[in-house]
């Protein structure tokens, strides 16, 4: 048994667990926490409450200085005094020294060692020790020995409720981030994302300040030759599906950080979605999904413990965490070479954007800061009109800089590594949902394999008129008729004028981030 006196941080708890193995955290979670369980492929079914997915109103960074001068104030980044803080983070620690036993992780983010960071969780359940065992770097025995003292620590209360009635408390939850402090507190929450995002958002923060750009995107690497190739998009768009790719190294799915020598994946494992999951669609994070890995709120058969993937009965939020070892072509450690691609995934639902096409470095610099996509309103009979939905650098909810340092870092990057970067489509074409069709999977796999091979950086183009972009017209394995989208409507002036309409909401978003209203390109 490891345990570990934790006075330094106010616990005074006596069993402390540390780093249990997986097995242990297992027994942990069936005897203590109540509805918790094991699939029938031996992953832990887990549940985070009444609270299914993140609570980005709810987050909170602290307002001092140094960081203050540079972090990005409003909406994203709400600021709270550190008395407040420390309110907070005296409940936490209070609710916590009233457990019986805590869980502690040591682990690192970052698989680069020249900018890797100690992050200690400390927290009440073993399912969320186990989470955070999976999504960070896990430590060798001889690592834990001389762990020291942590660079970032997050005290997890999150069974424990925040006070409606202090300072800047809007509800019962809050996520707290104090950067000079480097300590995050829980309160209110039990979904796990909330430890993985806090130490994105860390990092968001310390390596800008270095120079080194971080970033949400996925990453691949070439199999002979270790080039890399990044995939940025919001949820839905394809960026953890594209990069399951057998002919390819896995770097990561979610989280890297480009340096002078290359990048790196800051997290040891994947948090995948679950809903929906086949293992005829998706064969790799299907068979992840086994003893090791936790599957969070998700419904299951009680005589067999099969779990039903297409109940969404909980939320459709359900989730898979897995160590990164347990993908098959997983490239460990976690680094590759400068990207010689870089891919932009939106899913327009308004028809609109062309399958694939080759940006300018000032377009890439356009499309990073608006980080567009589009959700499909409506039930499942009729379809109304869609939604679209903007998020600076394709991860608006961890940015602490503002947007324009991250597209400063990327544009830079882009130019030193030249890096082509190409805007790929995998939503509507034809018209938007009930007039045109999704486009097929098959046919983005396809671009994206001509992406890799170089054939799309010699292939024909054309200038598509409203957004300025140069689509690709030719590519192995997809009709010509696909690659032009206003070609494939049946009315040429409905197609304009979404078009026209979707172009006004990018300048208007521009607007808001202070860029005005051209078009970059």
Known sequence: ????????????????????????????????????????????????????????????????????????????????????????????????????????????????????????????????????????????????????????VIYNAGRFPAN?????????????????????????????????????????????????????????????????????????????TLSADPKRLLIGDD???????????????CYAKAVYLTREAEPQIFDALRFGAVLENVVYDEADHHVDFGDTTITENTRGAYPIEFIDNAKVPCVAGHPRDVVFLTCDAFGVLPPVSRLTPEQAEYHFLSG????????EVGVSRPEATFSPCFGGPFLVWHPHKYAELLTQKLKQHDAQVWLVNTGWIGGPPGVGSRI???????????IYSGELRKAPTEVEPVFDLAMVTKCTGVPEE???????????????????????????????????????G
């Not at 206003?486 to 409905?494: I, N």
């Open 482 to 520: 696909v690659l032009r989208p206003r070609a494939s409507w049946a009315d040429p002036a409905a197609y304009d004028a979404a078009a026209t309409s979707l172009l006004a909401l990018f300048h208007h978003n521009m607007q808001n981030l202070g860029q005005g209203g051209a078009m970059a």
């Open 255 to 269: 989280e890297h950080c480009w340096t002078d020598d290359g990048v790196f994946n800051v997290e040891g494992g």
């Open 372 to 379: 567009y996509t589009a959700k499909v309103a409506g039930t």
């Open 1 to 152: 048994m490891s345990l570990i006196d934790l006075h330094s941080h106010k616990i005074t708890v006596k069993a402390c667990h540390r780093n249990l193995p997986p097995s242990r955290l297992y027994e942990e979670a069936i005897r203590h926490e109540p509805g918790t369980t094991i699939s029938d492929r031996g992953a832990l079914i887990a549940y985070s409450g009444e609270k299914t997915g993140r609570s980005p109103k709810d987050k909170r960074v602290v307002k001092k200085a140094p960081s203050a001068d540079h972090v990005w104030w409003g909406p994203v980044n709400f600021p709270l005094d550190e008395p407040t803080f420390m309110i907070n983070r005296e409940r936490a620690i209070d609710y916590l020294n009233t457990c019986e036993r805590l869980y502690c992780v040591d682990g690192y983010a970052g698989w680069d060692p020249r900018y890797q960071i100690k992050i200690r969780v400390i927290c009440a359940r073993p399912y969320h020790a186990l989470f955070m065992q999976n999504m960070l770097i896990r430590p060798t025995a001889a690592q834990l020995e001389t762990f020291g003292e942590p660079d970032l």
């Open 440 to 450: 097929r999977l098959a046919y983005t796999r396809a671009i994206m394999d001509a």
């Open 164 to 240: 409606r009635y202090t300072t800047g408390m809007t509800s019962r939850t809050s996520v707290d981030l104090s950067l000079e402090r480097k300590q995050v507190v829980i309160l209110g929450t039990e979904y796990a994302g909330e430890m993985k995002k806090a130490v994105f958002t860390y990092m968001n923060y310390a390596m800008p300040g270095a120079e080194i750009l971080s970033m949400h995107c996925s990453a691949t690497a070439d199999r002979e030759t270790g080039s890399s190739a990044l995939l940025f998009g919001l949820s839905g768009t394809g960026k953890t």
